[in-house]
């Protein structure tokens, strides 16, 4: 059975930085698109962006040119960096491994971002 385990979250300054990691096992981890979610208090949950088994990424705008999405492979490990953190990028932070059909869900870790 598959699993993607979210770790590195935590409480930072506006401006400040933080890598997220996602660990996945019992998966061919290359084989898998990983995707980053986020859920906001009160709000519904939202893209942050996705890294292909190509290594092509892409981004929602609320992230581009301040979060990079990357892929360790031989590691089966997925981060997502996170740069010039503002406080409405404060929410729980999901990975999902992706392949056809199959998804698997981490239980997210939570990045607070404030002052």
């Known amino acids: 059975q598959g699993q993607v385990v979210e770790s590195g979250g935590g409480s930072v300054r506006p401006g400040g930085s933080l890598r997220l990691s996602c660990v996945a096992s019992?998966?061919?981890?290359?084989?898998?698109?990983i995707e980053w979610y986020r859920r906001a208090p009160g709000k519904q949950r939202e893209w942050v962006g996705t890294?292909?088994?190509?290594?092509?990424?892409n981004y929602a705008e609320s992230g581009e040119g301040r979060f990079t999405i990357s892929r360790d492979n031989p590691k089966n490990t997925a981060y997502l960096q996170m740069n010039n953190l503002k406080p409405e990028d404060t929410a729980t932070y999901f990975c999902?491994?992706?392949?056809?059909?199959?998804?698997?869900w981490g239980q997210g870790t939570q990045v607070t971002v404030a002052s």
């Open positions: 999902s491994a992706a392949s056809g059909l199959t998804i698997y």
């Open positions: 019992g998966i061919s981890f290359g084989d898998y698109a």
């Open positions: 890294i292909a088994t190509t290594d092509f990424t």
